[in-house]
């Protein structure tokens, strides 16, 4: 009986601990933030829950935006880096961050 009463007191909130961990690690999502298009390109913005990473999808203005024939980048600190990568290397524009 004490047996029992042991596992009780000591397994279950350890299996609880276990469950939020691991329940807030599937809980993370990626969010679209905005869209737009520059050259021959078009992109959407994407963020992790947290806003600690950005990334762009990038498709050819030919491509549908729903098919799977976009490219992903790395990931950004800021949603403003991302932009000015996507500026400069798909948009053309000669901006002054482009030189950096």
Do not use: H
Not at 18 to 30: E, G, I, K, M, R
Not at 66 to 88: M, N, V
Request: net charge negative; hydrophobic share 30%.
């Amino acid at each position: 009986m004490k047996l029992i009463q042991i596992l009780k007191v000591a397994v279950i909130p350890v299996l609880t601990v276990f469950s939020f961990v691991s329940a807030s690690n599937t809980a993370l999502a990626d969010y679209l933030n905005s869209e737009g298009s520059g050259g021959n390109y078009r992109y959407e913005l994407w963020s992790s829950d947290d806003n600690d990473d950005y990334y762009l999808k990038i498709w050819s203005n030919e491509e549908d935006p729903k098919s799977d024939s976009y490219s992903t980048t790395g990931e950004f600190p800021s949603s403003r880096e991302a932009l000015i990568y996507f500026d400069c290397s798909y948009a053309e524009k000669n901006l002054p961050e482009c030189s950096q």
